[in-house]
């Protein structure tokens, strides 16, 4: 079981940027990847940046090179820097686990960006 909690979402204009965290409530170390989902209304979720265990990461097309994902171990936290934000990047964020075939999810924080 993990425990996930996502924080630092919230209203950006257009280009500006944001640091979104995710808390594990255990060792992320052992956890196979940790990703960031979004979804926007009327939408399906889907997989904006993943990292596994080994350090490997994939991006969504559409956020490559504005976009990184990382992770603390010693914190038990991953990261989302999301840089040039565009309205189209408005939605909710959630933080994933996915452990031995299980997956886990947090509540999700809002990022909105607009002027």
């Known amino acids: 079981q993990v425990q996930l909690v996502e924080s630092g979402g919230g209203l950006v204009q257009p280009g500006g940027s944001l640091r979104l965290s995710c808390a594990a409530s255990r060792n992320i170390f052992s956890i196979n990847a940790m990703g960031w989902y979004r979804q926007a209304p009327g939408k399906q979720r889907e997989l904006v940046a993943r990292?596994?265990?080994?350090?490997?990461?994939n991006y969504a097309d559409s956020v490559k090179d504005r976009f990184t994902i990382s992770r603390d171990n010693a914190k038990n936290t991953v990261y989302l820097q999301m840089n040039s934000l565009k309205p189209e990047d408005t939605a909710v964020y959630l933080c994933?686990?996915?452990?031995?075939?299980?997956?886990?999810w947090g509540q999700g924080t809002q990022v909105t960006v607009s002027s």
């Open positions: 994933n686990a996915w452990s031995w075939g299980t997956d886990y």
């Open positions: 990292i596994r265990s080994g350090g490997s990461t």
